[in-house]
């Protein structure tokens, strides 16, 4: 396992129902849930870079990265 750095973030008491609730419903702590989400968010932006890129480089119009998106899930 990776070396863990440890923190303490300030959440509101919804984001705190939610994350015992998807803990629950996955079987695993909620360190791994916050772990998960910042993986996840990391590789969106990531995705949406690389859709502004695609769309730069054959010079589409500023609102082809978002139709880049929605295609991504249909394909």
Not at 31 to 47: C, F, G, P
Not at 65 to 73: A, D, F
Request: glycine letters at 2%; hydrophobic letters at 35%.
């Amino acid at each position: 396992m990776a070396q863990m750095i440890r923190k303490q973030v300030y959440i509101e008491p919804m984001q705190d129902t939610v994350l015992k609730k998807r803990s629950r419903m996955l079987g695993i702590t909620e360190a791994e849930v916050i772990r998960r989400a910042i993986d996840t968010q990391s590789l969106l932006q990531n995705s949406e870079c690389r859709r502004t890129e695609i769309a730069n480089e054959f010079q589409l119009p500023n609102n082809y990265g978002h139709i880049l998106k929605i295609e991504h899930y249909f394909t």
